[in-house]
């Protein structure tokens, strides 16, 4: 498939929809194998190219030369340079992220709308050019064949207030730039808070000073609490029209309050993490949002986060944030005192703002963005080609394509998993000296801790602190480990975020078979009512569809599938249900009999898999996976 995408607002990098832009070409290019064409303005040339330098699959930036400035120039990037560039690529689908699509299509186009604020607020267009812009725009997206919303709230508002379809629009969350992180550094805390005027314990907001963002009403509940600390507002009245932008420094005067509240203006983007990091508490009072991606920075950096709950925010910040009624000034000044007055609660809103901001990653707002794509244009995506199958016990095979991953590479394997270290012993049986790590992240080392065992391999409940998170891998192998766990997509993550670009991932995941198939209905069913806890703490099952979007989604391109099966296992648990596997086990039969049901089973799932049909052995009950992790990841 062939993409070509607008970059018209990577002429404004700095704004929401130029950030937006940047990110997701960026995680496209780490996560697609499909060819991208950017489509720029001439002076975002250099940006773009930037964006996709170092991709494996092909790319170009289409640079245009604009013959107007302005509002004018915009109009005629948008439904004539843009239409024209698209064309002349020969580009299978069109990607605008933002509402301004071409009215006439030059292909398949999927347009991205962040917010409708436009048409739900109609004195923002005041002028005959806004609203005729606004009309222009909300007719081509109408006509595009998809449209993403940042969020559900935006999603719904999509349908009521433009009509279109539901069927016709997807939810791609956006997420916050990897910067956001938190930072400790008390020289670097101290330094930042000095060059804004800034006291410890400061309350803080940054985002826009329009009426929307309805600071008025944090300017009031701030008057009202009994001990105040300071309040810094970072933004800038882009107009002097007060209906637009109200007098905020006024305000502060007239309630007495203006010797606490300090206005940074803007603020360097290199300092947003840092006070985001620094403050006792982030304040989002705003009446309408798309997405809300400031919160969820502020989060991502450890604030406690205090947030209106009004259109998409509560959805974004989940449960861990104070939420308030945007239009009580009592419920807000409440909050505040709750959340400065009580230290305990500030930590576990820290704790729990960081779990949340995690969930929200580029990587899986490109992989949505895909999914649209795809619905758009009939195509599946690339597929991993499906090898046959295996049997479950030929190990051999498996050991032998890992090994030579990391022949004579001291140090640079790891393997994760609940079973007897079979990788780690033929690592060092064949690589005499070198230095391997491995870890059991399995329910039963949960209540566990971190203990060692042999030097080198580990046991832990929890892969996020083990102590090989400073080293980078060549290979990594997953066994027997993604059905233990309840969030098994962040534990793949932080387990690739060792593994080098590159470098090959081999994970055993269980699956749920074929539909129909004994296995299926052993698991979906139940039979026996203690399945799960028969298959020692397993708490999940894969399809291939499933396995392959969460590898995905960690950016690892998948390379080869292979179906493991066990039928002796599976003809086990039949007998066992029916109170008679003891009884077979020690019969003659179980040497006859037995195996050649076994080579029946097997035969059978051959011939469907590999000769008939290409598809799911009846008997399939993992998925042996290759993966690669990409370049830029």
């Not at 433009?162 to 969350?173: C, D, F, H, Q």
Request: charged content about 25%.
């Amino acid at each position: 498939m062939h993409i070509a995408i607008s970059g018209y607002f990577l002429l404004h990098p700095n704004t929401g929809t130029g950030q937006y832009t940047a990110a997701l070409i960026r995680a496209l290019g780490q996560v697609s194998h499909d060819r991208i064409t950017v489509v720029c303005p001439r002076p975002a040339q250099r940006l773009a190219s930037s964006l996709l330098e170092g991709r494996d699959t092909p790319w170009r930036v289409a640079p245009l030369s604009m013959p107007f400035g302005g509002d004018l120039g915009k109009l005629w990037f948008e439904q004539v340079g843009l239409v024209r560039a698209a064309g002349a690529a020969r580009a299978d689908l069109l990607h605008v992220p933002y509402l301004g699509a071409p009215l006439v299509k030059p292909c398949k186009t999927v347009v991205t709308i962040h917010d409708l604020i436009m048409m739900l607020f109609p004195e923002t267009r005041r002028s005959p050019q806004a609203r005729a812009y606004t009309w222009l725009a909300a007719r081509a997206a109408r006509r595009a064949d998809i449209v993403l919303a940042d969020s559900a709230s935006t999603r719904d508002d999509v349908v009521r207030v433009l009509g279109i379809s539901m069927e016709k629009v997807r939810v791609a969350y956006l997420a916050p730039d990897e910067t956001m992180r938190p930072v400790v550094d008390e020289g670097r805390l101290d330094e930042v808070r000095r060059k804004y005027g800034l006291q410890p314990g400061y309350l803080f907001y940054i985002g826009g000073l329009d009426w929307r963002k309805n600071l008025s009403l944090l300017l009031r509940s701030f008057a009202a609490l009994p001990q105040q600390p300071q309040l810094a507002i970072a933004g800038r009245a882009f107009s002097k029209r007060r209906d637009s932008f109200p007098d905020l420094e006024g305000m502060a005067e007239s309630l007495g309050i203006r010797d606490r509240v300090v206005f940074l203006g803007l603020v360097a983007e290199e300092d947003k993490a840092v006070l985001y990091s620094g403050c006792a508490a982030f304040v989002f009072p705003s009446l309408y949002e798309g997405f809300g991606l400031t919160p969820l920075e502020a989060m991502a950096c450890g604030a406690p986060v205090l947030c209106s709950w009004a259109s998409s925010l509560p959805e974004v910040v989940g449960g861990a944030a104070q939420l308030f009624d945007p239009n009580d000034e009592a419920d807000l000044s409440r909050a505040l005192a709750l959340v400065l007055g009580d230290q305990g609660l500030r930590k576990e809103m820290s704790r729990k703002g960081i779990d949340q901001a995690r969930r929200f990653t580029w990587t899986k707002t490109a992989v949505e963005t895909l999914e649209g794509y795809r619905q758009v244009t009939d195509e599946t995506g690339p597929q991993a080609r499906i090898w046959g199958i295996e049997s479950l016990s030929k190990w051999n095979t498996v050991l032998r394509r890992a090994r030579q991953e990391v022949r004579g590479r001291d140090g640079r394997a790891l393997e994760v998993g609940c079973g007897a270290g079979r990788f780690m012993r033929s690592l060092k049986e064949n690589n005499p000296g070198a230095v391997f790590f491995g870890c059991d992240p399995d329910l039963r080392s949960l209540s566990a801790g971190l203990s060692q065992r042999d030097g080198s391999h580990y046991s832990a409940g929890d892969v996020h602190s083990l102590p090989y998170l400073d080293r980078r891998f060549r290979t990594v192998l997953v066994f027997d480990v993604m059905e233990h766990l309840q969030d098994p997509a962040r534990a793949l993550e932080e387990i690739v975020r060792v593994l080098e670009p590159g470098g090959l991932l081999h994970a055993l995941i269980p699956c749920e078979g074929q539909p129909g198939s004994l296995h299926w209905l052993l698991w979906k069913l139940n039979w026996g009512g203690d399945l799960k806890e028969r298959h020692s703490g397993h708490v999940q099952r894969f399809t291939r569809k499933t396995a392959q979007r969460m590898l995905l989604e960690a950016g690892l391109q998948v390379e080869r599938v292979t179906y493991s099966m066990h039928p002796l296992g599976q003809f086990r648990d039949v007998l066992s249900y029916v109170g008679q596997e003891e009884w077979f086990r020690k019969s003659w039969l179980d040497n006859f009999l037995f195996r050649g049901l076994v080579r029946l089973l097997w035969s059978a799932a051959y011939l469907e898999s590999n000769l008939l049909f290409k598809n799911v052995p009846l008997g399939a009950v993992a998925l042996h996976v290759t993966a690669r992790k990409g370049r830029g990841v």
